[in-house]
């Protein structure tokens, strides 16, 4: 028995150990590089060693940085809801009314995934332009005398390409907890009595509540990194911490700067996770759901 399972040991060592060269080689390491820079400043067009916490002091007292983190949150909890009140019904349909075309319908809706960002964006600037599609049919309708400008370069056309964006990353994370639910329990709740909106609320959505999370942590963390969505859609709204961090790279030439603005929205980011973890943690519903005791 003890050799079987140093063979295995050995195995997932073997199997493991490209997977974690990889991993440290192109994430840990350049965030490693990343945060010793953040210890530099820059002298005329040379950085050089700097061992203080002048960086993050600024990141911290500065109001335009602290505002900006503020607003990729903001942005991130506002499209991960949105992005959870879409994708339920259309994850319900698919895993539990759906039985002959079910793949058909996952690939459909990963279709648009196949297309690059810059593809996307620019189709929603012809739907929402001065002149698009929108504005157009408006006009024609009589519903407006002149195109609405608001409809393109807004927060509110950012936030509705956002959506459309990451709206399948969600609507997978749901449709696997889905997937994985026992139907017996359905079978049983239906047996006592239960209609099905009861045994929704009680059974179907707090078992899938995990995919729920998941997935709104995943598009949480994806709108907060999104570069060319605000900057190509929410015009002069569109400035936000990733486009101050790209903007210290290049033209700026301030390394330092923006490494410790890169390092404080990931502080940020998992400190909102870990409080999170916590809170489902110590709730009665979150011990159920994680199966821990």
Same mark, same amino acid.
């Given at each position: 028995?003890?050799?079987?399972?140093?063979?295995?040991?050995?195995?997932?060592?073997?199997?493991?150990?490209? $997977?974690?060269?990889?991993?440290?080689?192109?994430?840990?390491?350049?965030? $490693?590089?990343?945060?010793?820079? /953040?210890?530099?400043?820059?002298?005329?067009?040379?950085?050089?060693?700097?061992?203080?916490?002048?960086?993050?002091?600024?990141?911290?007292?500065?109001?335009?940085?602290?505002?900006?983190?503020?607003? #990729?949150? =903001?942005?991130?909890?506002?499209?991960?809801?949105?992005? #959870?009140?879409?994708?339920?019904?259309?994850?319900?349909?698919?895993?539990?009314?759906?039985?002959?075309?079910?793949?058909?319908?996952?690939?459909?809706?990963?279709?648009?995934?196949?297309?690059?960002?810059?593809?996307? @964006?620019? &189709? *929603?600037?012809?739907? =929402?332009?001065?002149?698009?599609?929108?504005?157009?049919?408006?006009?024609?309708?009589? $519903?407006?005398?002149?195109? +609405?400008?608001?409809?393109?370069?807004?927060?509110?056309?950012?936030?509705?390409?956002?959506?459309?964006?990451?709206?399948?990353?969600?609507? =997978?994370?749901? *449709?696997?907890?889905?997937?994985?639910?026992?139907?017996? =329990?359905?079978?049983? %709740?239906?047996?006592?009595?239960?209609?099905?909106?009861?045994?929704?609320?009680?059974?179907?959505?707090?078992?899938?509540?995990?995919?729920?999370?998941?997935? %709104?942590?995943?598009?949480?963390?994806?709108?907060?990194?999104?570069?060319?969505?605000?900057?190509?859609?929410?015009?002069?709204?569109?400035?936000?911490?990733?486009? &101050?961090?790209?903007?210290?790279?290049?033209?700026?030439?301030? *390394?330092?700067?923006?490494?410790? @603005?890169?390092?404080?929205?990931?502080?940020?980011?998992?400190?909102? +996770?870990?409080?999170?973890?916590?809170?489902?943690?110590? /709730?009665?519903?979150?011990?159920?759901?994680?199966?821990?005791?």
């Amino acid at each position: 028995m003890a050799s079987l399972e140093d063979t295995r040991r050995k195995e997932f060592a073997v199997l493991a150990t490209p $997977a974690v060269l990889f991993v440290g080689a192109f994430c840990i390491a350049p965030l $490693a590089l990343l945060f010793l820079y /953040s210890f530099y400043r820059v002298d005329f067009v040379a950085m050089v060693p700097d061992l203080n916490l002048r960086n993050y002091a600024t990141v911290v007292t500065s109001e335009t940085y602290r505002t900006l983190i503020g607003k #990729a949150m =903001l942005h991130g909890a506002l499209v991960a809801g949105f992005t #959870a009140v879409l994708a339920y019904p259309l994850a319900f349909f698919i895993a539990m009314r759906v039985k002959v075309y079910k793949a058909a319908l996952l690939t459909a809706l990963l279709i648009p995934l196949y297309t690059g960002d810059l593809v996307r @964006i620019f &189709a *929603w600037r012809v739907v =929402l332009g001065a002149e698009g599609i929108l504005n157009t049919f408006l006009l024609w309708i009589g $519903a407006t005398e002149q195109p +609405i400008m608001a409809l393109l370069f807004s927060t509110g056309a950012s936030l509705l390409v956002l959506t459309y964006n990451y709206l399948p990353f969600m609507v =997978l994370a749901i *449709w696997i907890a889905l997937e994985l639910l026992d139907r017996s =329990l359905l079978e049983a %709740a239906a047996d006592l009595g239960a209609g099905r909106f009861r045994t929704f609320r009680h059974v179907v959505l707090p078992l899938t509540l995990p995919g729920v999370l998941v997935g %709104a942590l995943m598009v949480f963390a994806l709108v907060i990194g999104d570069y060319l969505t605000p900057q190509l859609i929410g015009g002069s709204s569109g400035v936000t911490v990733i486009s &101050a961090i790209h903007d210290l790279f290049g033209a700026a030439f301030d *390394w330092p700067l923006g490494g410790a @603005i890169a390092w404080v929205l990931m502080a940020v980011l998992v400190t909102l +996770i870990a409080a999170l973890a916590t809170l489902a943690l110590r /709730s009665r519903l979150g011990r159920a759901l994680l199966r821990t005791r």
